[in-house]
């Protein structure tokens, strides 16, 4: 069942009529079979798009679609969706087999099918030894599980889960989201995941839609999201550990990092008064040849940008010296981008290594770099950086990407 | 910490406590429990210890049952366990479910809720007395219907909405019950000064036939005149039932020809009314803290209201209900304050005193008579205290199955 959202909209009034916009004209079109996930800060009106969705929630302009349907002014339990919620809301007084019979027993179906029907239900989700326990006898995950099997019991067209795994601990998580992956291929069922965690929506779902306060920021696959970030917020979303931000400066397709400008008036032999802009830079990198987008005038002033860098943007050699060796860079590879500093700290966590460098530009102000653990880079050590192009943005003020 | 040498403290620190609760809790229940099986205990003229050195060589000879049969043998015993078991096993379940109906009610509005909130709650602010004035009122008789006096809100609502006649009907009905007294003496028609009016009396008859066959006793055909002169006759036997000769008129709730079954209604009611406060209270308290999400759930799973009231709110809030049901049916048991707001310390409409006599009411009968009865009073207590024992554990063993905690 495709979903389509035509300019949905939520405002919130507060008694003192301030209008809170929870989501601002929201389009969106869900693919039918598809696990979509809405992710977002909290506050950013990804779960008032699943309510709206879900129908507990009325839009206050717009649309939605179940396929062909308008089915915005059905109520929730006409609309065949199932609902899963993030601390699952189990009744507690009834036993597993009840909980799953229960919206069953609604629609007056007949016992013997209810039987089989949740027979059915633990099979798919592997609760089958539990039916007879009371929720507060399972674990997160069980519980989880018994969640969705209740959703999934009147067979829904839709399957809308509100931050699912947010209540489990960080290796359930794991599991379950595998869980819930395989669930949802076996059924073929429309899912939309409603998550604050960034890789819980890359690890299961088909697209991304990265919301922020109340407006889709992008939609992609997840890995074309993650490497073509529209903006800086989705960059800053979007990976662990987050993407490195630089504040600098764009110059006639050249990137500096650090570094200031002086302005000079220059009179040329025509009497014609222009200005130039000099750089003045110390230990500073500046990244040059930053092609601009067509059609977008690259910039006769300096203008002050925003570089991000992904923490595995970085390729470090480790440098003879010590910790009390001086950090000698020359113009020339500042020129070519590449960056002399001492490692601060290091993370390992076996695979590869997290170095914590302090921004030469910036002091005090820290950066990631991911390498690969053979290196065996320690703290203390002077590595040289250099910078992989493709995994480095540049975003104009507003954050957005030029 | 608290073990060991420092224990002392601790004992210290509940000292006060204790002492209170030794002083004016513990020892009198003990000490009622003795008082109850001693044969003429007099506290202050020290008879008691008299007896028991009298007695000294007889061993336990103080020791006696005599309290007991005393107190079941009291004239107003029987209405004493009738009225109180009624209004504990009428008025607190329905006052439960009412208190809940009105609770999930008030939940789902929005509006006025606060207001709402306030009215219900006032009767818990209010002194008992004072709401049994004002029931007194509500509930005024002011004569017959051709006296043509202004009545009661009560009267005149039944009037309005024609329910007069048969809520006549019904209590005479419940008296008949009650007291074994001929129902269709009720229908032989007096003027206000006692005189038998013969002009109504036929199409009495045919009421007097209906309730008969209503309550399916044998129709004595003809009989009418003959009873009503033998009646005349036995001027004891017509002054004793004389207050239920009457026009088929306004209702005596509490006043002087009040019969049981209008007085008791009247003691239902109260009771139903007064303590339907506290009752919203805690579980208006309750339901807000049930997670809307079971709600949601519910909404989106197709569950009607009805379901969702009986499959969800009612489990979720029964450890609450029971508790409710327990502390008011103890409560309930207790029942005397209302009583005599209502009905004064006769425990009884006028010209009927004990009537309305409730356990504590008893209790409070034998202490009143000073101090040669204590003992007996005592005994009350503790026979009292035995059935509220009985019936709480009944509730707890009946509704276990169906708590969820």
Redesign the interface.
Known sequence: MEITLVGLCKYFVAKDKTVTKAVDNMNLTVPSGKLIALLGPSGCGKSTTLYMI???HTPTHGQIFFGDDDVTQVP???RG???V???Y?L????SVRQNIS??LE??RMPKDEINKTVLEMAKLVDIEPYLDRKPNELSGGQQQRVAIA?ALA?RPKVLLLDEPLSNLDARLRLQTREEIRRIQRETGITTIFVTHDQEEAMSISDEIVVMRQGVIQEIDKPQNVYDNPINLFVAMFLGTPQINVFSGTLHKNKVYIGGNFREKEVVDENNVKSIEYNYEGGNEFYLTDIAIPEGKKAPDKPEKIFVAIRPEGFNAEKLAGNENSEIKQSKEEATKGIIKAKVDLVETIGRDTTLIIEDPTAPKKFFKAIVSADKKIEAGDIVELSVKPHKMYVFNKEGDLI | MLEGKNNWKAWLYLAPALILLGIFSFYPIINSFIIAFIRDYHPVSEVFRQNVENNQALGLSFFTFKNFITVFKNANFEYAIKNTLLIALVSVPISVILALVISVLLISIKKLRGFFQTLFFLPYVTSAMAVAMAFTVLFANNGTASAGISQGPINSVIDSIGLKNGLTNMLDWMNYQESGKESWQAYICVDSSGEIDEDKLSDKYQTYVNLQTLLDLPIEYGDMYAYQTYLADQTDVYNSYRYHFRELGYIDWVGAQATWGSAILVVLTYSIWASLAFKILVFTGGLTSIDKQYYDAAKIDGTSKWRTFWRITVPMMSPLIVYILITSLIGAFKVYTSIVGLFGSGMGPAGSAGLMQTFVGLVYQYLNEGNELIHVGAAAAVILFTIILIITALTNALTKKRVHY
Not at chain 1, 91 to 94: D, E, G, I, S, T
């Open positions: 879900a129908g507990l929730p339990e006409k969706i199932g609902l919620f993030q601390n809301a009744y507690p007084h009834l229960f919206p609604n629609e209740r009147k």
